[in-house]
């Protein structure tokens, strides 16, 4: 069963819309639940096919819904035809109207998972060498996690402490600026000018640039720390008394050790996970699917590219990359993937511990066509929508904008000193604006 509350609260919505909806100002025990599926503490506790909390602000002056449903059971497709669902029988109620009430009744989904199967075409393409790096091979700790029940594998993901040192920061792009930039990148891009050059490529590639020159900053910026460091212990040890050698010749060992561990990354990519929807590839969209179809594409993506200073002609070549892993999931590559994934059924945790060793991998997720602001309970559709704070590093949302707005919401989700990096870019605070 889903868990449903309700309850009040002494916050104002004056008080939310003040603080551009920040979290900071959301009400105590809002979210119910964390970005780890978990059930609830005590013998009796279980995971919950859903966890709904409606809170009523202080004199009567809004509401708050907060909704958690676990991925594996829908992806955003899903969540959001849910949510409207649910508002449109509950603006038919309110407001007796029988025939919206009779067409949501007759609404037919699908959560039949074996409709992926019967659309899965002969043809099979050969996965990218890092999706395969991540979902084969000998991994016993990802497998030993599997093998572990839902309730106690989310207690042990829940003590690895994933947010740890994690911040989050939301950024609005102006329709003016994305449309600006678009057509100063159409012409160093192939094809750039036939509407081939969207929302989406284009925002995932200035991520892939911004991110990676943003690490690349943090890592130089740790160098010279630490090379100040090591001057001046140097300079102690020169000045030492002759007694104290023996001393510094220990010292002089530590800092060459201190050296060696903060040398810069030999890695020469980035590892892009670009989230895909297979009812695409599939030719689903039309059969109301609302389980999970999200696959990920995992790709090295070279440093030398994305690196450089963020302009139209360097954003033409990370355009063309974003572009190609796009374009390349087709039909053929779902059917690989699903082949992949049902010849070892225990593969689900491995991206998990594949993230946690490549501190610099980045997760791109659009959900700019999911419909967040078509919910209407009654009292029209909602003011703002968003995801829980900080739950994992490298990681990138992109929203759409509260209508009749066309801006694009970038929630960006990294370790702190990123973060800094990010937030000091040029190009970035020229190109966006902040919301919190």
């Not at 991994?139 to 042990?156: F, H, Q, V, Y």
């Not at 329709?175 to 509407?195: C, H, I, N, P, T």
């Not at 059924?345 to 700019?368: A, D, G, N, W």
């Amino acid at each position: 069963m889903p868990e449903y509350v309700e309850s009040l609260s002494d916050t104002h919505y004056d008080t939310l819309r003040e603080s551009n909806f920040h979290h900071s100002s959301w009400p105590k025990g809002l979210t119910r639940v964390g970005a780890i599926t978990m059930a609830a503490p005590g013998p009796a506790g279980r995971i919950k096919l859903a966890n709904v909390h409606v809170v009523r602000l202080r004199d009567n002056s809004g509401v708050i819904i907060f909704i958690n449903i676990p991925h594996y059971v829908v992806d955003g497709t899903g969540f959001f035809s849910f949510v409207e669902l649910w508002g449109k029988h509950c603006l038919a109620e309110r407001t007796g109207d029988r025939q919206l009430a009779q067409q949501t009744s007759q609404l037919e989904y699908c959560f039949d998972r074996s409709i992926i199967a019967r659309h899965l075409p002969v043809e099979r393409k050969p996965l990218d060498s890092e999706t395969l790096r991540v979902y084969t091979g000998f991994k016993p700790i990802a497998d030993w996690i599997a093998w572990l029940s839902p309730n106690t594998r989310g207690r042990l993901l829940n003590r690895a402490k994933f947010n740890s040192g994690v911040v989050s920061h939301t950024f609005r792009v102006s329709r003016q600026a994305l449309e600006m930039l678009r057509k100063e990148v159409s012409e160093y891009v192939a094809d750039g000018s036939d509407g081939k050059l969207t929302d989406r490529y284009l925002l995932a590639a200035i991520l892939s640039k911004l991110i990676a020159r943003a690490h690349r900053n943090r890592r130089d910026q740790e160098s010279v720390s630490v090379a100040g460091w090591l001057f001046g212990a140097a300079c102690s040890v020169v000045g030492a008394a002759v007694g104290l050698v023996k001393y510094g010749a220990r010292l002089l060992c530590c800092s060459s050790n201190c050296d060696s561990s903060v040398k810069r990354d030999s890695s020469k990519y980035q590892s892009l996970n670009l989230l895909d929807d297979i009812r695409h590839g599939l030719g689903l969209v039309d059969k109301q699917y609302m389980g999970n179809g999200l696959i990920p594409h995992n790709s090295l993506c070279p440093l030398d590219v994305l690196e450089t200073p963020i302009n139209p002609r360097s954003l033409a070549k990370a355009v063309d990359m974003v572009r190609s892993i796009y374009e390349n999931a087709d039909a053929a590559l779902v059917a690989s993937f699903v082949d992949l994934l049902s010849s070892n059924p225990k593969s689900f945790t491995r991206p998990m511990i594949y993230m946690s060793t490549q501190p610099e991998l980045l997760v791109v997720t659009c959900e700019m066509e999911f419909k967040l602001y078509a919910s209407d309970f009654g009292n029209g559709p909602p003011e703002w929508v968003c995801t829980i704070p900080s739950f994992v590093a490298n990681f990138v949302g992109l929203l759409p904008s509260p209508p009749p707005s066309t801006d694009v919401i970038a929630n960006i989700i990294l370790k702190a000193p990123v973060m800094k990096q990010v937030l000091r870019d040029e190009f970035w605070r020229d190109f966006t604006q902040i919301v919190y």
